[in-house]
C-alpha cells in the first residue's frame, strides 16, 4: 500500500512561486518514478512533470518548461514540485503519483498510486 499526500498549495499572485511537496508512505518509494499533474477547472487531468527513481532524469510538459523544477528526496520519501513564474492559468489541483516503473514517463495511465491533491490558485 501506497500512500501519497500533497502539500504546499495556495493562493499566489501572477508571477510569484511555489514549492509543492508530496510526502509518501509504504513501501519502495525510491524504486519507482514520480509524477505531477494537475487539472483544472473543466479541464482534462494534465501531466506537469516526471523525475525518475535515481532523480537523475526528469521530463517537463512544455507548458511548464522553464518554470517549474521537480526535485525528490529518496531518504525522505518526498518529491517536489518548484513552481516559478506562475500564470493564472497554471491554477489547479496538483496531484502527486507513483509509476510502475523507475524511468520517465508523461502518461496518467502508467501511474498507479494517486495523492488526493492540493489547490493552486494564481490570480491575475
Known amino acids: 500500500q501506497v500512500q501519497l499526500v500533497e502539500s504546499g498549495g495556495g493562493l499566489v499572485q501572477a508571477g510569484g512561486s511555489l514549492k509543492l511537496s508530496c510526502a509518501a508512505s509504504g513501501r519502495l518509494f525510491s524504486n519507482f518514478a514520480m509524477g505531477w499533474f494537475r487539472q483544472g477547472p473543466g479541464k482534462e487531468r494534465e501531466f506537469v512533470a516526471a523525475i525518475s527513481w535515481t532523480g537523475s532524469n526528469t521530463y517537463y510538459a512544455d507548458s511548464v518548461k522553464g518554470r517549474f523544477i521537480i526535485s525528490r528526496d529518496n531518504a525522505k520519501n518526498t518529491v517536489y514540485l518548484q513552481m516559478n513564474s506562475l500564470k493564472p492559468e497554471d491554477t489547479a489541483v496538483y496531484l502527486c503519483?507513483?509509476?510502475?516503473?523507475?524511468?520517465?514517463?508523461?502518461?496518467?495511465?502508467?501511474?498507479?498510486?494517486w495523492g488526493q491533491g492540493t489547490q493552486v490558485t494564481v490570480s491575475s
Open positions: 503519483a507513483r509509476a510502475g516503473v523507475a524511468g520517465v514517463i508523461p502518461v496518467a495511465r502508467e501511474y498507479a498510486w
